[in-house]
């Protein structure tokens, strides 16, 4: 008798063990959540974006002949949450909405997506709106670039590049004294070719010899560029093979450039919006092309060429002008208009 009684509770008790958990299952508990509709690759196809939570709509498809339904909508739902449903990526917690709505933008206060209207919430579309902005900065140039060459020319190698070795010795020495401490000077280039004098019908013969020696001349003082040719030239350069102008810190340039640009396309975009009745909601994508800088052509650039001044000319003037600097930004603005 007390071994059947004993028995008997633990079966009984083994029941309560098994039956508790299923009552607590089946009270599920309805919640309301509040989000931006979003896409998704899960089976569900669409998300509710929550502050701090993603829910994803098991059963979108109920509501996806809306209007309203569509990505980046407010919306509120009410619904429950399937703990025991497991999806293909884990993207977002399971929901099995009950009622999905839009929500409007009452008050005014901005964190909405929608349009309001008497007689409840508004019907909006969203729409993207692509806007270019472009912008010119003109920025004085602080560094000067020059390449000052030697050529020298001889009936044998050795006697060419023995006379190139003095005239490339004595440029440089006065160039250096002539563009200041700060300035950077250095060789560039040195070549040595053989001259050919060509005859119809027979072999080239070598006439001579070319030596050539390349000096870079790097100056932050642009006072100081003219009178660092004339030293050149006199102490035997014969060539200024290049002249050109740049801005070492140009990045004060390049942002502003690139804050007009950006502003001038977001002036665009909420133009538009407003011409179809809406407002710019977001920005959602931001293409910056290459920020260029069109570096000025100096008055003695053309003059340069060749033969340089004679010892007895005046200064050579140098014009640097400026530097043009140019941005070009692309945005793809997300516009809410009222329908």
Known sequence: MRRHIMMLAFVGASLFLFAAPARALTAAEEITVRGRLGKTVEAGGWLILAEKQKYLILNSDRWRGESWFREAAEVEATGEVKSDVITTYQEGTPFQANSLRPRGNSGGSGDG??????????????????????????????????????????????????????????????????????????????????????????????????ARNTITVTLADLTKVGQTIDAASAAGATN??????????????????????????????????????????????????????????????????????????????????????RAQVQLVAEVMTGQ
Do not use: W
Not at 129 to 144: E, I, M, Y
Not at 257 to 278: F, H, M, P, W, Y
């Open 113 to 210: 997506a929608g349009v309001t209207g008497s007689g409840g919430p508004a019907v909006s579309g969203m729409m993207r709106v692509v806007v270019s902005g472009d912008a010119l900065v003109q920025a004085q140039p602080d560094t000067a670039v020059a390449q000052i060459a030697a050529v020298t020319q001889a009936k044998t190698a050795l006697e060419a590049q023995q006379e190139n070795a003095r005239k490339s010795d004595a440029v440089v020495r006065v160039v250096k004294q002539a563009a200041g401490a700060g300035a950077e000077v250095k060789t560039s280039g040195y070549s040595l070719q053989p001259q050919y004098a060509y005859r119809e019908g027979q072999p080239p013969l070598i006439r001579g010899y070319e």
């Open 240 to 325: 200024v093979d290049s002249l050109s102008f740049t801005l070492r810190r140009d990045r004060p340039a390049r942002d502003q450039a690139l804050g007009d640009a950006t502003r001038e396309a977001l002036g665009k975009a909420q133009v538009i919006a407003a011409a179809l009745g809406g407002r710019v909601v977001r920005i959602a994508e931001v293409v910056e092309s290459d920020t260029m800088v069109r570096p000025p052509v100096p008055l003695y650039r053309e003059a340069s060429r060749g033969m340089l001044a004679q010892a007895d000319a005046p200064p050579t003037p140098i014009e640097p002008g400026t530097l043009d600097i």
